[in-house]
């Protein structure tokens, strides 16, 4: 499996951090990172490839949007054109699934999740719900990749 992160803040490191301590390849994972100091402190930390250009999510098998909300818009509706088959996860706080079909010019396999702090010590327990036009197949990644930061309850 491929990931592409989008945003290379806590959650984003805190996720991949656990995918790493879980022996997860992390050169299967790229970080779309504007901060070049974090693009470096990523790579350095985790072997990450980062890169500041969005279209490089499409390669990737799913792509997790770890974003501030008030981003997120912006960032769905350029990547809409990208998204081939694609799991889309959405970590960003009070956007709903029904907000990212429209700026993902209705774009269905997406998963909302609710990750807690204690993520950030693979201690969390996070909370998933995923769109209509997600697979098992899909499902199983999404659980695969939240299970690294702790609990997952769909």
Not at 5 to 17: D, K, L, Q, R
Not at 65 to 75: E, F, G, S, T
Request: hydrophobic share 50%; charged share 15%; proline share 3%.
């Amino acid at each position: 499996m491929k990931i592409s992160f989008i945003g290379g803040g806590n959650m984003a490191s805190a996720i991949i951090s656990g995918l790493k301590q879980k022996g997860f390849d992390t050169g299967n994972i790229s970080v779309v990172e504007l901060d070049a100091s974090k693009r470096e402190a990523l790579t350095q930390e985790f072997g990450v490839q980062t890169t500041e250009h969005l279209p490089s999510v499409v390669n990737a098998d799913v792509v997790v949007l770890a974003v501030k909300p008030q981003q997120l818009r912006d960032i769905a509706i350029f990547l809409a054109s990208f998204l081939k088959q694609q799991l889309v996860i959405s970590i960003a706080a009070g956007i709903s699934c029904a907000a990212l079909q429209r700026w993902l010019n209705g774009y269905n396999a997406i998963v909302r999740v609710m990750p807690n702090t204690p993520a950030q010590i693979q201690a969390g327990v996070s909370g998933l719900y995923a769109a209509a036009g997600v697979s098992l197949e899909q499902r199983e990644q999404a659980d695969q990749l939240l299970a690294a930061a702790g609990s997952t309850l769909w």
